[in-house]
């Protein structure tokens, strides 16, 4: 089986998160009751027209240029004509011969190796409404209800090259297109909403020249689906190529329940959409200065930031891609650091506890993390209490300073008072502290561990470690006290 | 319609007295020539009601006020059903007006009712109405033409003093041409279309229809003007009635085409059309043969791109929203009864054609071609306009045919000979009676201008008028 070569292509619709529909004003959102969010215009009554929405070409460019796309500035809207209860006019507003955008390119990474995925082209279309059939199909249910809300939401349509060659890059390219879209501020990608859906097509190719056809694989719903449906079917393809059988072209159904691919229909039975311009809008012309605006307004990409946090700030990698996957927390980290604070210990603490604690669903300004690292650095508490006041921050958003001061938290930086406990803690381990001698120099840390305990974590640390290690050179002789 | 204009004015008559009038006529006349779909009695008595208090308070919304008008049944208004004379969309009552209805109301006039059309405003005679024939007052054995039948017969017999029509491909121009009344079929982009159910969105334009060309050009000044909610509205299309006639036709020049004068023309028609340019010439107009070589094609060009877009445009009635629905077992039934029952068999003939011209592997020989022909005679208009001010035609090949006459569909769509290539090029047209053939039917002469140039057909189309009204009262016709 391993003689083949997967060539696999997707073909994504974002829908865009602006505030209005693509050819009329009403508003585009999620949730709503059915059919509240609706006008002629969306409901493709008679003598109704579309006015394309500005934002929505804004929303388009931007996401074009962030895929690094040249931008056509001359494209046409086409009709794509078939019929189905969702689809108001009978035909959905989409481009076709001349695309917003073409030839773009997204980079990333694919088990730290640096990869490329091309973008053949990239354009806008409005949203269908949402069918919902009381069976599991058009077909055969009893009665399929539509809410029209989501018709004419704007959408972009991005198709890529089948350069992609295997299953876990495309689960890899998906993701970092939602994260390039997501920091170009285009859409909010929740696959879940369906607002960032995928198609796929897979080929196999043999070397001895046993080719196989495309095959389009359609409800992919999450990243999990689009690389078990990939791996299932290259799987399936190969086995028909190996027995000598032929692949059909062919649309094919991920179900989800059995976790394998199912035919919809051939290729050969496909509907003919009868595309032609669409003579209710004039072509759309775009201003070169415009779109060279919106270039420039373009907000640091993921890769480009990954690229500073490893070099230029010092990340590790592992930290950097933490950070640029989930950009929340890169938000954070960016305002902590920009007060002046150390950028891997700002990493350590984002990625590490806060990351922990923002999970929840509060969060925390950067401003406020820096006020809780001055204290630290300050010596006004230790690292350990710094996480419990990190907590009360979240879950009471308490200010560190004033927490630390009405809690009347401190540090135990008395040397009398830590002594006394230094010697304590030998003294009830002397097992390891024998064994500490003969050379088993770890048990250090364990040392330090119960004299923080001992505190309730306000020993300040580096003085605890002085102070044991001081106790325990100097008493290489030292034996417990008689009584 | 000034003088009316001006009795309202003076008090002499009031709009509710205007509107019970034409009321009556349609009462007494209607029947026999069948041009209304729906009377809004109440509602037009109710808006000549609040007409006469505004003149009354002296605060009228324009000095037509109060001046009522009838509205082609594919142009949306609330309150009364927009059907486009289909079952499919029987008893549809649109929630919007359309932008040119809005107008007409802003200016004071009551609609009197919506007229009959050719379903969907498919045909040249308006015997594809699903719900009846129109006859045309001159001779009620003949159609009043179409697809505004209904708005031109209405003019011509006296039911309204004017309407509103549509025109894809020759749909006020023929109907007025037959009806022996005034029509304009207006810049694309200069009237929205916003409310107007399409067919061709790339050629469909809302026109006026009168008696009088002074009365064309005064409606068309309250429909013309940009609207944001029709993305092909031309900004600065707005029109300024008021020019006073120069008296002279001095420095216009005419162009005729002969291609428009040869074989299919009736000689009645001919000699009418090349008296009207010798009167025109004696006003002052030079006149310039002229030649549109490619207009030989354009009804060819037009039927393909009409067909292919009215597939689409009338491809949302399935059913599913309004409108009728044909109950079935399951959807796809459901989209195939409906739309079995719901149209007549020439809005599925253009269906079917557009269909075809669409699919995948006849859109280059015929949709493409045609796209590429109506780039050639948009660019021989624009070259003829180079050279003359009004391009000067026959309205169409005969007069008025009788009812049933036509069978064949390619007989019918050559009413659209003369007439579809300012549909196809976008720029305006006119036509005006020019005489009457022996039957005593009605002939129009079709006056055609550069985009925008309105203007230029009004002032010709005055002064032509004027003529042929002094002969006519000195007995020389």
């Given at each position: 089986m391993?003689?083949?070569?997967?060539?696999?292509?997707l073909?994504i619709?974002?829908?865009?998160?602006t505030?209005?529909?693509?050819?009329?004003?009403?508003?585009?959102?999620?949730?709503?009751?059915?059919?509240?969010?609706?006008c002629?215009?969306?409901?493709g009554?008679?003598?109704?027209?579309?006015?394309?929405?500005?934002?929505?070409?804004?929303?388009?460019?931007?996401?074009?240029l962030?895929?690094?796309?040249?931008?056509?500035?001359?494209?046409?809207?086409?009709?794509k004509n078939?019929?189905?209860?969702?689809?108001?006019?009978?035909?959905?507003?989409?481009?076709?011969?001349?695309p917003?955008?073409?030839?773009g390119k997204?980079?990333?990474?694919?088990?730290?190796?640096?990869?490329?995925?091309?973008?053949t082209?990239?354009?806008?279309?409005?949203e269908?409404?949402?069918?919902?059939?009381s069976g599991?199909?058009?077909?055969g249910?009893?009665?399929t209800?539509?809410?029209y809300?989501?018709?004419?939401?704007?959408l972009?349509?991005?198709?890529?090259?089948?350069?992609?060659?295997?299953?876990?890059?495309?689960?890899a390219?998906?993701e970092?297109?939602?994260?390039?879209?997501?920091y170009a501020?285009?859409?909010?990608?929740?696959?879940?909403?369906?607002?960032?859906?995928?198609?796929?097509?897979?080929?196999?190719?043999?070397?001895?020249?046993?080719?196989?056809?495309?095959?389009?694989?359609?409800?992919?719903?999450?990243?999990?689906a689009?690389?078990?449906?990939?791996?299932?079917?290259?799987?399936?393809?190969?086995?028909?190529?190996?027995?000598?059988?032929?692949?059909?072209?062919?649309?094919r159904?991920?179900?989800e329940?059995a976790?394998?691919?199912?035919?919809?229909?051939?290729?050969?039975g496909?509907?003919?959409?009868?595309y032609?311009?669409?003579?209710?809008?004039?072509?759309l012309?775009?201003?070169?200065?415009?779109v060279?605006?919106i270039?420039a307004?373009l907000?640091e990409l993921?890769?480009?930031?990954?690229?500073?946090?490893r070099?230029?700030?010092?990340?590790?990698?592992?930290d950097a891609?933490?950070?640029?996957?989930?950009p929340?927390l890169?938000?954070?980290?960016e305002?902590?650091?920009?007060?002046?604070?150390?950028?891997?210990?700002?990493?350590?603490?984002?990625?590490?506890?806060?990351?922990?604690?923002?999970?929840?669903?509060s969060?925390?300004?950067?401003?406020?993390?820096?006020?809780l690292l001055?204290?630290i650095a300050?010596?006004?508490?230790?690292?350990?209490?710094?996480?419990?006041?990190?907590?009360?921050?979240?879950?009471?958003?308490?200010s560190?300073?004033?927490?630390?001061?009405?809690?009347?938290?401190?540090?135990?930086?008395?040397?009398?008072?830590?002594?006394?406990?230094?010697?304590?803690?030998?003294?009830?381990?002397?097992?390891?502290v024998?064994?500490y001698?003969e050379?088993?120099?770890?048990?250090?840390?364990?040392?330090?561990?119960?004299?923080?305990?001992a505190?309730?974590?306000?020993a300040?640390p580096?003085?605890?470690?002085k102070?044991?290690?001081k106790?325990?050179?100097?008493?290489?002789?030292?034996?417990?006290?008689?009584e | 319609m000034r003088?009316?204009?001006?009795?309202?004015s003076?008090?002499d008559?009031?709009?509710?007295e205007?509107?019970?009038?034409?009321l009556?006529?349609?009462?007494s006349?209607?029947?026999?020539?069948?041009?209304?779909?729906h009377v809004d009695?109440?509602?037009?008595?109710?808006?000549?009601?609040?007409?006469?208090?505004?003149?009354?308070?002296?605060?009228?919304?324009?000095p037509?006020?109060?001046?009522?008008?009838a509205?082609?049944?594919?142009?949306?208004?609330?309150?009364?059903?927009t059907t486009?004379?289909?079952?499919?969309?029987?008893?549809?009552?649109?929630?919007?007006?359309?932008?040119?209805?809005?107008?007409?109301?802003g200016a004071?006039?009551?609609?009197?009712?919506?007229?009959?059309?050719?379903?969907?405003?498919m045909?040249?005679?308006t015997?594809?109405?699903?719900?009846?024939?129109?006859?045309?007052?001159h001779?009620l054995?003949?159609v009043?033409?179409?697809?505004?039948?209904?708005?031109?017969?209405a003019?011509?017999?006296?039911?309204?003093?004017?309407?509103?029509?549509?025109?894809?491909?020759?749909?006020i121009?023929q109907?007025?041409?037959f009806?022996?009344?005034?029509g304009?079929?207006?810049?694309?982009?200069?009237?929205?279309r916003?409310?107007l159910?399409?067919?061709?969105?790339?050629m469909?334009?809302?026109?006026p229809?009168?008696?009088?060309?002074?009365?064309?050009?005064?409606?068309?000044?309250?429909i013309?003007?940009?609207?944001?909610?029709?993305?092909t509205?031309?900004?600065?299309?707005?029109?300024?009635?008021?020019?006073?006639?120069l008296?002279?036709?001095?420095?216009?020049r005419?162009?005729?085409?002969?291609?428009f004068?040869?074989?299919?023309?009736?000689?009645e028609?001919?000699a009418r059309?090349?008296?009207?340019?010798?009167?025109?010439?004696?006003?002052?107009?030079?006149?310039?043969p002229?030649?549109?070589?490619?207009?030989?094609?354009?009804?060819?060009?037009?039927?393909?791109?009409?067909?292919?877009?009215?597939?689409?445009?009338?491809?949302?009635?399935?059913?599913?929203?309004?409108?009728?629905?044909?109950?079935?077992?399951?959807?796809?039934?459901?989209?195939?009864?409906?739309?079995?029952?719901?149209?007549?068999?020439?809005?599925?003939?253009?269906?079917?054609?557009?269909?075809y011209?669409?699919t995948?592997?006849?859109?280059?020989?015929?949709?493409e071609?045609?796209?590429?022909?109506?780039?050639?005679?948009t660019?021989?208009?624009?070259?003829a306009?180079e050279?003359?001010?009004?391009?000067?035609?026959?309205?169409?090949?005969?007069?008025?045919?009788?009812?049933?006459?036509?069978q064949?569909?390619l007989?019918?769509y050559?009413?659209?000979s003369?007439?579809?290539?300012a549909?196809?090029?976008?720029?305006?047209?006119?036509?005006?009676?020019?005489?009457?053939d022996?039957?005593?039917?009605?002939?129009g002469?079709?006056?055609?201008?550069?985009?925008?140039?309105?203007d230029?057909?009004f002032?010709?189309?005055?002064?032509?008028e004027?003529?042929?009204?002094?002969?006519?009262s000195s007995?020389?016709?």
């Open positions: 391993g003689e083949y070569k997967i060539r696999i292509g073909e619709h974002v829908e865009l998160a505030k209005t529909k693509i050819f009329c004003g009403c508003a585009a959102a999620f949730g709503a009751p059915p059919n509240s969010l609706c002629p215009t969306c409901l009554l008679p003598g109704s027209l579309p006015v394309l929405n500005r934002a929505a070409v804004e929303f388009g460019v931007r996401a074009a962030a895929l690094n796309c040249t931008v056509n500035l001359y494209s046409e809207f086409a009709r078939y019929f189905y209860p969702d689809l108001p006019k009978a035909f959905q507003i989409t481009q076709h011969d001349k917003l955008a073409v030839n997204v980079q990333y990474y694919l088990e730290d190796q640096p990869v490329e995925t091309v973008i082209r990239l354009h806008l279309e409005e269908a409404g949402k069918s919902i059939h599991d199909s058009i077909v249910s009893e009665y209800s539509v809410d809300n989501r018709a004419g939401i704007p972009i349509e991005i198709v890529t090259a089948p350069d992609i060659t295997s299953p876990a890059q495309a689960k390219f998906l970092q297109l939602r994260l390039i879209l997501q501020q285009v859409s909010d990608c929740k696959m879940e909403n369906g607002s960032l859906r995928c198609d796929a097509n897979i080929s196999l190719h043999g070397e001895s020249g046993q080719n196989g056809e495309k095959v389009e694989i359609k409800n992919l719903n999450s990243f999990r689009l690389e078990r449906a990939l791996a299932y079917e290259a799987k399936r393809q190969a086995k028909i190529l190996e027995q000598g059988g032929v692949i059909l072209p062919e649309t159904t991920w179900d329940r976790q394998k691919t199912v035919r919809m229909r051939l290729k050969a496909a509907p003919d959409y009868r032609f311009p669409e003579p209710d809008l004039p072509p012309e775009l201003d070169e200065a415009w060279e605006e270039r307004a907000p993921p890769l480009a930031r990954e690229e500073r946090y070099s230029a700030l010092g990340l590790t990698a592992y891609g933490v950070l640029v996957r989930a929340h890169a938000q954070v980290f305002e902590t650091v920009a007060l002046g604070h150390e950028p891997q210990l700002v990493a350590n603490w984002v990625t590490g506890e806060y990351a922990r604690f923002a999970r929840q669903g969060t925390v300004s950067g401003k406020v993390l820096g006020e001055e204290l300050e010596g006004a508490i230790s690292a350990s209490q710094g996480k419990t006041v990190l907590e009360e921050m979240f879950t009471n958003g308490v560190p300073r004033e927490f630390v001061a009405a809690k009347g938290l401190t540090v135990i930086a008395d040397r009398e008072v830590l002594q006394s406990m230094v010697e304590e803690v030998l003294q009830n381990h002397q097992e390891l024998k064994r001698l050379g088993e120099e770890r048990l250090l840390g364990f040392f330090v561990g119960q004299v923080m305990q505190t309730k974590g306000q300040e580096r003085l605890v470690n102070l044991l290690v106790a325990l050179t100097e008493g290489r002789n030292w034996q417990p006290r008689e | 003088a009316l204009a001006e009795m309202l003076a008090g008559v009031t709009s509710v205007l509107v019970q009038h034409y009556d006529q349609i009462q006349t209607d029947q026999d020539i069948k041009a209304f779909l009695r109440e509602g037009a008595l109710q808006a000549a009601q609040a007409a006469d208090e505004r003149r009354k308070a002296g605060t009228p919304l324009s037509w006020d109060g001046i009522p008008i509205v082609k049944d594919n142009i949306c208004t609330v309150g009364m059903p486009c004379a289909s079952r499919m969309l029987k008893d549809y009552y649109s929630p919007f007006d359309a932008e040119v209805v809005t107008r007409i109301k004071g006039l009551p609609i009197l009712g919506k007229t009959n059309l050719d379903e969907f405003a045909g040249s005679s015997e594809y109405s699903a719900y009846q024939i129109t006859h045309n007052p001779d054995t003949r009043p033409g179409g697809s505004s039948g209904g708005s031109a017969a003019v011509a017999a006296g039911l309204c003093p004017w309407g509103l029509g549509t025109d894809t491909g020759g749909s121009r109907p007025a041409a009806c022996g009344v005034v304009l079929k207006p810049t694309f982009g200069r009237v929205s916003w409310g159910v399409a067919l061709a969105s790339s469909d334009q809302i026109g229809m009168g008696r009088t060309v002074e009365d064309v050009e005064i409606l068309f000044s309250l013309a003007g940009y609207d944001q909610r029709d993305s509205s031309c900004p600065d299309s707005g029109y300024e009635f008021g020019n006073e006639s008296g002279t036709l001095a420095g216009i005419l162009g005729i085409p002969e291609e004068f040869g074989e299919g023309l009736s000689p028609v001919a059309v090349r008296e009207a340019v010798r009167r025109m010439e004696d006003l002052g107009a030079e006149v310039r002229i030649s549109l070589p490619h207009s030989a094609y354009s009804i060819d060009t037009y039927l393909t791109l009409v067909t292919a877009e009215a597939s689409s445009n009338l491809a949302r009635y399935d059913g599913v929203r309004y409108g009728l629905r044909v109950e079935a077992d399951d959807a796809v039934s459901m989209f195939k009864q409906t739309r079995t029952k719901g149209f007549g068999p020439e809005v599925k003939r253009r269906i079917m054609l557009g269909t011209v669409l995948a592997s006849h859109h280059a020989a015929y949709y071609q045609a796209r590429r022909v109506r780039t050639l005679i660019q021989d208009v624009e070259s306009f050279e003359v001010d009004v391009v000067v035609t026959p309205t169409t090949p005969s007069t008025a045919f009788r009812i049933g006459e036509k064949d569909p007989q019918m050559l009413s659209d003369y007439t579809a290539i549909n196809l090029a976008g720029i305006p047209a006119l036509t005006l009676p020019c005489g009457k022996k039957l005593g039917l009605p002939i002469i079709q006056l055609m201008a550069d985009h925008f140039r309105e230029v057909l002032w010709v189309g005055r002064m032509l004027r003529s042929l009204k002094e002969a006519d007995g020389r016709i």
